[in-house]
């Protein structure tokens, strides 16, 4: 764990805090990325120490402050530690972005096991509860904050073979619109963002002809981009969104606008 003192000072997000928790890779990296380039000091968390590094590290390299904190979600004590040496180290909380995730294999309800379940509701649902549990708490004391949540377009709607994780996607959804009205008079906003098909390295690697149907099922005919994920929710923690909590924002290329 290294903290660099030389931070970034511009942006809309100077002088901001921010915590990612599932920030080794893909959508989470790159917004932990955005959101030091917006001015934020940023903590990286997931359970990948190596991955986790090498993001913090690429924060800093563009001049925020960065640090990493190896963190499993399914661990409630490692959600409250992460939050509290954020704290710690940086002087408060201001910005989570609560994007840890699982899905698993497409199938029919019935044959889903029970671990797959429990995988979605453990990572998905219950992790990010008890991780707005302790980040409200250090937000409470730091006079605000801004919390967005991960769902998806499943969240919105239902998706074939992918009862479980849509469940999780879903609830996500109330409990965060939910919160949004226990702490819309504290100064605390709760948003979510709700992602149609990311380029991440797992659709990358999928064959042209796999890839193809789910680009034709997106109105504007590609996937997006994690930076398009990225700049939302930047938005979403700045000021410029001052007056937004309990609002579910697709990034989706019109997806779930309708057929
Ligand atoms: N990629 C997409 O097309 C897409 C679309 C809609 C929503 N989403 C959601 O966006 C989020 C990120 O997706 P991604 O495609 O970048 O996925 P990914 O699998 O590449 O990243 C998930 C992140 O969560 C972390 N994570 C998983 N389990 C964890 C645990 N137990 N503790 C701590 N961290 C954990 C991983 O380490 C990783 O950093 C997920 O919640 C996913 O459901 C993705």
Request: proline share 3%; net charge neutral; aromatic share 4%.
């Amino acid at each position: 764990m290294t903290l660099s003192i030389s931070g970034s000072r511009n942006g809309v997000l100077a002088n901001k805090v921010a915590l990612v928790l599932g920030a080794s890779r893909g959508i989470g990296a790159a917004t932990a990325r955005a959101l030091g380039r917006a001015g934020a000091d940023v903590v990286v968390a997931a359970r990948d120490a190596v991955a986790l590094e090498a993001v913090a590290s690429s924060i800093r390299e563009e001049g925020a402050r960065a640090m990493a904190i190896p963190t499993d979600i399914l661990d409630d004590t490692q959600v409250a530690r992460v939050v509290a040496r954020t704290v710690e180290a940086f002087g408060g909380l201001d910005v989570a972005f609560n994007n840890a995730g699982s899905g698993h294999l497409p199938a029919p309800l019935a044959d889903l096991t029970v671990q797959d379940f429990d995988d979605a509701i453990g990572i998905n649902l219950r992790g990010i509860l008890v991780a707005m549990k302790f980040e409200l708490g250090a937000m409470l004391a730091r006079g605000g904050g801004s919390i967005v949540n991960m769902s998806s377009t499943a969240g919105l709607q239902g998706v074939r073979g992918m009862s479980a994780y849509s469940a999780t996607k879903h609830a996500i959804i109330g409990a965060t619109k939910s919160a949004a009205l226990d702490y819309a008079a504290k100064n605390i906003r709760l948003n979510v963002v709700a992602p149609g098909p990311i380029l991440t390295d797992r659709l990358r690697a999928l064959p042209v002809e796999r890839r193809a149907p789910i680009e034709r099922a997106v109105p504007m005919g590609r996937v997006g981009l994690v930076e398009e994920v990225a700049s939302t929710v930047v938005y979403l923690a700045s000021d410029a969104a001052a007056f937004v909590t309990g609002a579910v924002l697709p990034v989706d290329g019109g997806r779930a606008a309708g057929a």
